[in-house]
Structure formats: C-alpha cells, structure tokens
C-alpha cells in the first residue's frame, strides 16, 4: 500500500522561508507527477505546485516567484521551497502522486497533511 508522509511544516513570520518534504513508501511505480496541495477550514483544496516525471512544472499564480518545487524521480520524493511567506499561505499543505497506467487506469495518493502557519 502507497503512503506519503510529509514533513516540515511549522509557524513561521511573514517573510520567512520553510521547506515541505514529501516521501512515498510502498509504491512499485514511478509516479508520473507529483505535488502539493493546500486547504484551510470551510474552503476547497486547491493545487500549489505539481511538477511531472519529465520535470514539467505548475504553479498557482499565488505562489509564483516564491515558491519551487523540486522532485527526484528514483526516490518519488517531491519537495516545496516556500519563500516570502505571507499570512495567507497559511494552511494544512498536502502531498499528492498520481500513477497513470498504460490501460488508462490512474491512481492518486494523497498525504495526511502537515500544518503550516505564518504569522504577520
């Protein structure tokens, strides 16, 4: 069974830095994309970054030019450089895989989430 654990989360002051780390267990697949998702209480979650196997990658316009996302492929590992961190990136962060098979079959992972919190 796929599990991902993420770490890194934590409080931090507007205008700092954190860096979410993302690891799977389990898998016997290479995941064909990656990424990172975010949520606050009463609203949908939304996509942050996603980064495919070819190393394309996708931002919200929220985030762009603050935040990188990276993964390596070998170790289906995805991580997510925050900088200039404001208030509103607050939120419980989510790492999602997505297996695409040959016969159109997709499978998505998600992680349990880790918290993260900056304050103004």
């Known amino acids: 069974q796929v599990q991902l654990v993420e770490s890194g989360g934590g409080l931090v002051q507007a205008g700092g830095s954190l860096r979410l780390s993302c690891g799977a267990s389990?898998?016997?697949?290479?995941?064909?994309?990656m990424g990172w998702y975010r949520q606050v209480p009463g609203k949908q979650r939304t996509m942050v970054a996603s980064i495919s196997s070819l190393g394309s990658t996708n931002y919200a316009d929220s985030v762009k030019g603050r935040f990188t996302i990276s993964s390596d492929n070998a170790k289906n590992t995805v991580d997510l450089q925050m900088n200039s961190l404001k208030p509103d990136d607050t939120a419980v962060y989510y790492c999602?895989?997505?297996?695409?098979?040959?016969?159109?079959?997709?499978?998505?992972?998600w992680g349990q989430g880790t918290q993260v919190t900056v304050s103004s």
């Open positions: 389990g898998s016997t697949f290479s995941f064909n994309a």
């Open positions: 999602k895989a997505e297996v695409r098979l040959t016969d159109g079959t997709v499978y998505i992972y």
